[in-house]
């Protein structure tokens, strides 16, 4: 481990930063051209055909920042190799929508590749002073893990700068919190990458978008999500399995909600609806850019409590995470995330 050089630091940001911005016009043209275009209908936001690559973009920047300021190891093999497993299987899906299984299975694919071949393992966790040890059952944990962090980021992609924004955040927490401990790894490299990958990104995707991320962004973005923090657990931050569950609490909360409300109506958890968190935001007559902020509000609450627990008083960290969460909790039982309340008229 090395101290970080603030300058190398925003050069890994700018440099891919860049790029993004300068090639996702390119990009666009060619999702026009082979047809990856998001079609509206009721239950989706957007009124007109939207292209769909943007992942493309972001994954280029990622390789362009990898190039320049990664190093070559076994581990970083996996992750390029499990990333571009998804990138395929999401261009493929933005072009012609490919059935839940077989993304599924590109998904499970790229998750054996770096738990197996990366040696990524959560393989033992410590907070509040207990401490689990998984065994054998640590590969099956992690593998669910990475699929849980892919599919969180999928879910919750559905208005302009949402899924981006979130990731920027988590990438920009992480970096620091690395920052301030002083520490350089691969899983630092990784965050300031993408960090200027994704809001490059975001210049052309903010409300009123010109692209979409499609599926190869939003998988592409939770898999890096689950590295970083695989990668962090291991060699960084004693406890970042905490620290993305706290940034991503929106998606998180979003996808319990999905799945306990499908369930509870009976039926398939992949069944598509429109109950999602920024859905109940858009009821309560927000715009779709005023949702979105709501919602980077919430992510970069979260955030700052995280640093404040790592970094400044855990005592103030968790206060600010139990004022958070129980106002959540409010949110969740007022709206229909959950499940459909009765309204007035009704019987």
């Not at 209908?41 to 055909?49: E, F, G, I």
């Not at 300021?69 to 990333?83: A, D, R, V, Y």
């Not at 033992?124 to 980021?153: A, E, K, M, R």
Request: aromatic share 12%; glycine share 10%.
């Amino acid at each position: 481990m090395g101290s970080i050089n603030i300058t190398t630091i925003l050069l890994m940001v700018f440099i891919p930063f860049v790029f993004v911005a300068c090639i996702i016009p390119a990009v666009k043209k060619i999702a026009i051209h082979v047809g990856a275009l998001d079609m509206p209908n009721k239950r989706k936001v957007h009124q007109t055909p939207m292209p769909r690559l943007g992942g493309l973009g972001i994954y280029a920047g990622f390789l362009l920042g990898y190039m320049i300021f990664g190093e070559h190891t076994p581990t970083m093999n996996s992750i390029l190799i499990g990333s571009f497993i998804l990138i395929i299987t999401g261009v493929i899906d933005d072009i012609k929508p490919l059935k839940a299984t077989y993304k599924l299975i590109g998904q499970v694919i790229a998750a054996l590749i770096v738990v197996f071949y990366g040696n990524l393992l959560l393989a033992d966790v410590s907070f509040f002073g207990l401490y689990f040890n998984f065994g054998w059952v640590s590969y099956l944990i992690t593998i669910l893990f990475i699929l849980g962090c892919i599919n969180c980021l999928n879910l919750i992609d559905g208005l302009d700068g949402l899924a981006g924004g979130i990731s920027a955040i988590f990438f920009l927490t992480i970096g620091i919190i690395a920052y301030f401990q002083g520490r350089i790894g691969l899983s630092v490299v990784i965050t300031f990458i993408m960090l200027g990958s994704t809001l490059g990104f975001l210049v052309h995707n903010f409300n009123p978008a010109k692209i979409f991320m499609g599926d190869s962004g939003s998988m592409f973005l939770g898999f890096i999500i689950a590295v970083i923090t695989l990668l962090g657990f291991k060699t960084i931050i004693t406890s970042s399995i905490i620290i993305p569950l706290c940034i991503l609490i929106v998606p998180i909360l979003d996808t319990l909600c999905a799945i306990i409300r499908r369930k509870l109506k009976g039926e398939s958890i992949g069944t598509p609806d429109k109950s999602h968190f920024h859905h109940q935001l858009l009821r309560r007559n927000y715009s779709v850019r005023t949702t979105v902020l709501i919602i980077y509000l919430i992510t970069a609450l979260f955030s700052t409590a995280s640093i404040i627990w790592l970094l400044v008083d855990k005592k103030i960290g968790y206060i600010i995470y139990g004022i958070l969460l129980f106002a959540l909790i409010i949110f969740v039982f007022s709206t229909d995330i959950l499940f459909e309340h009765k309204k007035k008229g009704d019987l």
